[in-house]
């Protein structure tokens, strides 16, 4: 993390130049998620994401696959990551697997709407929305007995209609004869803001619609989601955060930004996110 987190820092210096982007989204905004998802094509937008969450967010992702892999006992598993982003799930899903001394058979493939400047290479991934996710892709890849979907982060930014089809989507591959697996995982990353876990609504599309069509929710409750055992830990940041280089942004930012870029300055924030209290997120199995 840290040899990843010093090349994003380089560029973000680097290109200072596109920095007045970043009080208008939605990472800096108390409105947090709300906005179009396209600003992730900016690329100061992401390296600000990353050196503000990546740490924290692979240490969720690490805890939440470890916890799931208490339950899962298949020998192979087939994830699909749907608003991969830059597949930090991925590293944390590797984490676990080897803190766990696991072998298994892995399958793992991210898509989005986005393919992101600082997205892990050596992963599979397909730039669709998860509206157009075509039946050949999904079946393609779902074939075998295992199957895992996760949203990272992402539930909260996709909107219900696209949700729903895609809960139906999943139900009608299910049906393929030739796919033997009668159960499926999902693993929700939600955001959580002091009491508030937001994206329980959104899952709750694709919980109704399973349970409509005949599964059973074999593992999880839609009205629980696991925290951090260590809410006060505070993680490490691997590189050196105090050195002011998020109080440059303000700087910059009402120095040299424009009118309405300057009246969003307060709310660029200065600090990474560190503390486990953020960690909010739910595993659910459906069978039939
Ligand atoms: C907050 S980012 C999370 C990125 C990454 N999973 C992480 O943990 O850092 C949400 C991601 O969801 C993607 N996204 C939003 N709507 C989408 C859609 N309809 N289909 C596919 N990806 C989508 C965005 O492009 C973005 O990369």
């Given amino acids: ?49 990353l050196l503000r969450f990546a740490p924290i967010y692979l240490d969720e992702y690490y805890e939440i696959y470890f916890e799931f892999l208490k339950y899962y006992d298949k020998q192979n598993i087939k994830i ?31 898509i989005d709407l986005i393919d992101w400047k600082y997205r892990l290479q050596d992963i599979r991934f397909l730039q669709t929305s998860l509206d157009d996710l075509t039946y050949q892709d999904f079946n393609n890849f779902t074939h075998g007995e295992a199957n895992v979907i996760i949203f990272p982060k992402s539930i909260i930014e996709i909107n219900e209609e696209s949700i729903k089809k895609f809960a139906y989507f999943i139900i009608d591959s299910l049906k393929d004869t030739s796919y033997k697996a009668k159960d499926i995982w999902f693993i929700i990353s939600y955001i959580k803001k002091g009491d508030k876990v937001s994206g329980i609504d959104k899952f709750k599309i694709i919980y109704d619609i399973f349970l409509e069509n005949g599964y059973i929710i074999n593992h999880g409750d839609i009205n629980k989601w696991h925290e951090s055992s260590d809410k006060d830990f505070k993680i490490i940041y691997p590189i050196d955060y105090k ?38 997120y739910g595993i659910y199995q459906f069978k039939k």
Wanted: charged fraction near 20%; aromatic fraction near 14%; proline fraction near 2%.
């Fill in 80 to 110: 699909l990551s749907i608003g991969v982003g830059a597949g930090l799930d991925f590293w944390g899903f590797a984490d676990a697997i080897v803190h766990l001394n696991k072998t298994m058979d892995i399958d793992y493939m991210g």
């Fill in 243 to 280: 050195n002011s280089w998020m109080k440059n942004i303000k700087q910059y930012c009402s120095s040299k930004c424009n009118q309405v870029q300057i009246s969003k300055c307060n709310l660029v924030g200065q600090y990474p996110m560190l503390k486990k209290k953020h960690i909010a």
């Fill in 1 to 49: 993390m840290q040899q990843y987190l010093s090349k994003v820092y380089n560029d973000f210096i680097r290109e200072q130049g596109t920095w007045c982007k970043i009080p208008e989204s939605q990472f800096s905004n108390s409105q947090y998620r709300k906005y179009d998802n396209k600003q992730y094509t900016e690329s100061s937008i992401e390296q600000y994401y």
